[in-house]
Nanobody, 119 residues
């Protein structure tokens, strides 16, 4: 499966962005999906994950209540709605696909999209 994330940009603190990740190739609904991010000088970290049918939602603690992951299997797309953005959310965001659960290892990765939150 090939993945392409888009929707990043520059936003002021408190603002919102919606990231999308379009998938092509093998059946999208066969994969658990996740969003990850890597801030400058830091390791990549898990942000959110979603099961194949849209159930089993997981979030890292720092984004709970602010970010929402969702998917549309008919459109082969997974989304990350980001609200109340903070400067510490600044990072390159990546989408990923796997078959080992939303918290499992991901086999496929897309190119990232940069999110910059200004204070």
């Amino acid at each position: 499966v090939q993945l392409q994330a888009f929707g990043g940009g520059l936003v002021q603190a408190g603002g919102s962005l919606r990231l999308s990740c379009a998938a092509s190739g093998r059946a999208f609904s066969s994969y658990d999906m996740g969003w990850f991010r890597q801030a400058p000088g830091k390791e990549r970290e898990f942000v959110a994950g979603i099961g194949r049918s849209g159930d089993r939602l997981y979030y890292t603690n720092s984004v709970k209540g602010r970010f929402t992951i969702s998917r549309d299997n008919a459109k082969n797309t997974v989304y990350l709605q980001m609200n109340s953005l903070k400067p510490e959310d600044t990072a390159v965001y990546y989408c990923a696909a796997g078959i080992g659960g939303p918290l499992g290892p991901m086999q496929y990765w897309g190119k990232g999209t940069l999110v910059t939150v200004s204070s």
